[in-house]
Every structure is written in structure tokens, then in C-alpha cells.
């Protein structure tokens, strides 16, 4: 139980984060914040995601490209180039490399706006950083894992985000219904996305990509948006109003 609990936690702190901060802040800006907030959020990234942590600057670029250029040659990250979601996932991690480590720069028009803190992301993106969290997480497991299949559970642990990332961009420009035309492949893989925290909701937020609220329809529900009401309403954050179209 112990584990199960300790899985369940890291798969949706880790998810939250990257969904609330990574995409929706880092990439859309979707809410401002104060300077002290943003610090802990990014801090917070840091923590739950890991040893899989994801450089928000990288982040927000490659996700603008893959806005711009959804479902076509150069999307990052688009299925349709791809034989499988391993050769897809390896080509992002590529594309991340070369901006994580600034070998790249971006287009102009995709820079910038993007939360950065340059000793917390150079660690963060370490191979040390990212042992010693793996050892954190074996040792959790040697401690309070009761059965040998839990440890199977570890490689999941190791790569949280890329994983993360992989079922989104592979699922949701894949499977499922679409509510609008938005000119790409991008689909609602499910109506109740809670495994992924709104995520899969691709083809609604391809069509209204500042808008925070990821569900579109009455019976689609994305469960981080009351998250970020709760929030604006206390005066953590201020959602900015969605753009029109």
C-alpha cells in the first residue's frame, strides 16, 4: 500500500506540475504570479518531477514549435513522423537536449516569457541530480516495497516526464474525437481525463490554446482547472482572460 501510494503520489505531483507549470504557465502563460510564487513553482518542479525534471525554457520552445507546427515536419513531437512512440520519444529528447543545453536557439518568435532560474535548471538537468533521486526512489523501495513486481515499478519512476510527455503527444494527436477543426490531427482522447490531468484534451486546447480550462464540452472535465480557480480566487495567481478564437 505503502508504494502504491508513493507511485500514485509522484505520477500526479509530477503530472500537476508539468501540466499547471511547465505548459500552462511556462509555455502559455495562461496566469502571472508574483516573482515568489514562481520561484516555489519552479522549485516544486524540480522536487516532484525528479530525476526526469524538465527545463521550463526547453519546455515552453519546443511546446510553441509544436503549436505552430502541429502535425506537420517540423512538429517536434508530431506520431505521424514516427514509427513508433520510442523513436518519437528519442527524437524529443534530442530537440530538448539541444535547447536545454543552449546548442540551439530558438526562433524569435518562440523565445522568451519563459520562467528561468539558471542554477536550479543547470542542476536540475545534471546526471548527479538525477542519480541521487533515482537512489532516492530505490531507496524507498528496498525500505517499504513487500513484493519483487514492485520494483518494476521503478523505470517508471526514473523517466515520470518524458512518460508523461510520450502519452500525450502520441495519444492525443492519435486517439479519439474531435471537437473542432483545428487544420492537424490532434484529438479529445477521453471525455473524463483524470489519468493525465486534462492533458488529453489536445484538440479542445489546439483550438483555444490560451485558454486554461482544457475541457470544452459539458460532459469533458479537466480537473486541474478548478485547481487554478481555487488558486486565482485566494490571489496566488490571476488567470488572464483566454484570447478570442
Not at 23 to 35: D, G, V
Not at 211 to 230: Q, R, T
Request: aromatic share 20%; charged share 20%.
Amino acid at each position: 500500500m505503502i508504494i502504491l501510494i508513493f507511485f500514485l503520489a509522484h505520477w500526479f505531483l509530477s503530472l500537476f506540475f508539468q501540466t499547471f507549470f511547465l505548459h500552462r504557465y511556462a509555455s502559455h502563460k495562461m496566469f502571472t504570479t508574483h516573482k515568489v510564487n514562481e520561484r516555489i513553482f519552479h522549485m516544486l518542479t524540480f522536487i516532484c518531477q525528479g530525476s526526469s525534471y524538465l527545463n521550463p525554457r526547453a519546455y515552453a520552445i519546443m511546446h510553441r514549435e509544436h503549436h505552430a507546427y502541429s502535425d506537420t515536419e517540423k512538429d517536434p513531437h508530431s506520431p505521424y513522423f514516427f514509427r513508433d512512440v520510442f523513436q518519437m520519444m528519442w527524437r524529443t529528447a534530442q530537440s530538448y537536449k539541444l535547447y536545454e543545453k543552449r546548442l540551439k536557439e530558438p526562433d524569435a518568435k518562440f523565445a522568451g516569457n519563459y520562467p528561468e532560474w539558471r542554477l536550479l535548471d543547470f542542476w536540475g538537468s545534471t546526471y548527479v541530480s538525477r542519480i541521487l533521486f533515482g537512489i532516492g526512489y530505490i531507496a524507498f523501495y528496498i525500505a517499504f516495497a513487500t513484493h519483487w513486481w514492485m520494483f518494476l515499478l521503478l523505470p517508471i519512476h526514473f523517466m515520470m516526464g518524458p512518460i508523461h510527455g510520450a502519452i500525450v503527444n502520441w495519444c492525443g494527436h492519435k486517439y479519439g474525437y474531435a471537437n473542432f477543426d483545428n487544420g492537424d490531427k490532434s484529438k479529445n482522447s477521453i471525455p473524463l481525463d483524470f489519468l493525465m490531468l486534462g492533458e488529453l484534451f489536445q484538440n479542445n486546447h489546439h483550438k483555444r490554446p490560451n485558454n486554461s480550462n482544457f475541457a470544452a464540452k459539458w460532459f469533458e472535465f479537466d480537473p486541474v482547472y478548478p485547481v487554478m480557480k481555487v488558486m486565482h480566487w485566494v490571489r496566488i495567481i490571476k488567470l488572464r482572460k483566454p484570447l478570442a478564437g
